[in-house]
């Protein structure tokens, strides 16, 4: 089985925290990455600013992306992975609290996977995020690497 991990790119502390215990809690995830604004998400997954120089690594298996972020939005991040082959068909779930209607329909028209409104209730909120993570970690099965045929 590949390696389960994820980018976590949400500024918000509360949620940021509800959501690594409710992975680590359920098993989920063998690492995640945080990034708590779209400038950090684009430099982690291309290898950039503050990771220039650092070893490519694995892309994530999925990420888990808010859209009202500091610095660069989601939605911006979301058209610049769709943009890039490297990144072309990684897993975006949109994990938001935007419920307008325009950000649902441009986060899929930029190529996101799935949207989900984050709840606002705890356990709810805990709920969705298991059942997102026992869905795209465990029962989806990642597009091949083009260059190798492995499971990204």
Do not use: H
């Not at 694995?58 to 992306?65: D, E, K, S």
């Not at 660069?72 to 490297?86: C, F, K, S, T, Y």
């Not at 709840?119 to 995020?129: D, G, T």
């Amino acid at each position: 089985m590949a390696d389960r991990n994820i980018l976590l790119v949400e500024d918000n502390p509360d949620d940021e925290k509800l959501i690594l215990y409710t992975l680590k809690k359920y098993r989920l995830a063998n690492g995640i990455r945080v990034a708590r604004d779209g400038a950090e998400a684009l430099d982690y997954l291309f290898g950039t600013g503050a990771f220039a120089g650092q070893p490519a690594g694995a892309l994530p298996q999925i990420v888990l992306l808010d859209i009202k972020l500091p610095k660069i939005n989601g939605l911006e991040v979301l058209q610049r992975i769709r943009a890039d082959p490297r990144t072309r068909c990684l897993p975006v779930i949109i994990l938001t609290s935007s419920d307008e209607e325009q950000d649902i329909i441009d986060s899929y028209e930029l190529g996101a996977n799935s949207y989900v409104r984050k709840p606002v209730e705890f356990s709810q909120f805990a709920e969705a995020v298991r059942q997102l993570g026992l869905y795209w970690l465990i029962l989806n099965e990642p597009s091949p690497d083009p260059k190798t045929g492995e499971a990204g």
